[in-house]
T-cell receptor, first 114, second 113 residues
Framework: SAVISQKPSRDICQRGTSLTIQCQVDSQVTMMFWYRQQPGQSLTLIATANQGSEATYESGFVIDKFPISRPNLTFSTLTVSNMSPEDSSIYLC???????????FGPGTRLTVL | GDSVTQMEGPVTLSEEAFLTINCTYT??????LFWYVQYPGEGLQLLLKATKADDKGSNKGFEATYRKETTSFHLEKGSVQVSDSAVYFC????????????FGSGTRLQVQP
């Protein structure tokens, strides 16, 4: 399976600031996804990021708050803008592989907003 | 829309006990079904999958069978170990639509020695 890395692995940020999370894959993939896992909760899809097109956001998530870039087939970034304590979560990227069935996840970025 | 329902946790078992974690789903198409595991402090790992009715996914002693008639994908293991302590997520992917995963709420398993 693809090897997926994320930077940073964790961060503590001040309210009102922004953080950009990077996701790097060691092979070319068409579809990448960004998820959020709030403390003690399940995973919720933020958006789907395909190379060469704008990200598709789920209900409740907007581009101004979570802008995403997907400049090539191995890399994507998610920015969490104008952060508040409610944004404290683990943010995970995932990629679709193989026959297009399973997804594999990066290690996650643990964000704490004070 | 698609949804996944898992049994509430935490589930606490003694080592070598039998494990069942229930999972049922609702989907408009013919989804693929997955179990993911999240060990303490780690990311999400794919445990097993099934892509069509009556398929059985298996890995590391865990099994789950895709039951279309009951829309279920229950996770089982015959003899759990302390190292199986983790949070288990049932998920589906419906390729008629958005292709992303829909997750259940997760079930925390704690195995005591």
């Amino acid at each position: 399976s693809a090897v997926i890395s994320q930077k940073p692995s964790r961060d503590i940020c001040q309210r009102g600031t922004s953080l950009t999370i990077q996701c790097q894959v060691d092979s070319q993939v068409t579809m990448m996804f960004w998820y959020r896992q709030q403390p003690g909760q399940s995973l919720t899809l933020i958006a789907t990021a395909n190379q060469g097109s704008e990200a598709t956001y789920e209900s409740g998530f907007v581009i101004d708050k979570f802008p995403i870039s997907r400049p090539n087939l191995t890399f994507s970034t998610l920015t969490v803008s104008n952060m508040s304590p409610e944004d404290s979560s683990i943010y995970l990227c995932s990629v679709e592989e193989g026959q297009g069935v399973e997804q594999f996840f990066g290690p996650g970025t643990r964000l704490t907003v004070l | 829309g698609d949804s996944v329902t898992q049994m509430e946790g935490p589930v606490t078992l003694s080592e070598e006990a039998f494990l069942t974690i229930n999972c049922t789903y609702t989907a408009t198409g013919y989804p693929s079904l997955f179990w993911y595991v999240q060990y303490p402090g780690e990311g999400l790992q794919l445990l097993l999958k099934a892509t069509k009715a009556d398929d059985k996914g298996s890995n590391k002693g865990f099994e789950a069978t895709y039951r279309k008639e009951t829309t279920s994908f229950h996770l089982e293991k015959g003899s759990v170990q302390v190292s199986d302590s983790a949070v288990y997520f049932c998920a589906l992917s419906d390729y008629t639509g958005r292709r992303a995963l829909t997750f259940g709420s997760g079930t925390r398993l704690q195995v005591q020695p």
